[in-house]
């Protein structure tokens, strides 16, 4: 089992910034690619960015020119600048995991992120 912990969420004005953590840890064998999520209250969860394990990213339209996502091998990063109220929601990270074959999607247990105007 691969667990992932996220930490870093809060409350902040528009326009202020966080940084998003999360650490995978356990029985971990080859992550291949780790990204962010958000789920905001009444919507679908969606991706908010993704980066491969040889730092390719790709980013939501949304959060383009504003967030960051980089990666320490099996710690991802999220900094969130010039946030906007829109941003507000719960933040999930995940781990494409692989082993002897098997392919295995890991969540963390989300934090939540609330941009207030």
């Known amino acids: 089992q691969v667990q992932l912990v996220e930490s870093g969420g809060g409350l902040v004005q528009a326009g202020g910034t966080l940084r998003l953590s999360c650490v995978a840890s356990g029985r971990i064998f080859r992550i291949n690619a780790m990204g962010w999520y958000s789920q905001a209250p009444g919507k679908q969860r969606e991706l908010v960015a993704g980066?491969?394990?040889?730092?390719d990213t790709n980013y939501a339209d949304s959060v383009k020119g504003r967030f960051t996502i980089s990666r320490d091998q099996n710690t991802v990063y999220l900094q969130m600048n010039s946030l906007k109220p829109e941003d507000t929601a719960v933040y999930y990270c995940?781990?494409?995991?692989?082993?002897?074959?098997?392919?295995?999607?890991?969540w963390g247990q989300g934090t939540q992120v609330t941009v207030s105007s």
């Open positions: 995940n781990a494409d995991h692989m082993r002897g074959g098997i392919r295995t999607i890991y």
């Open positions: 980066i491969t394990s040889g730092g």
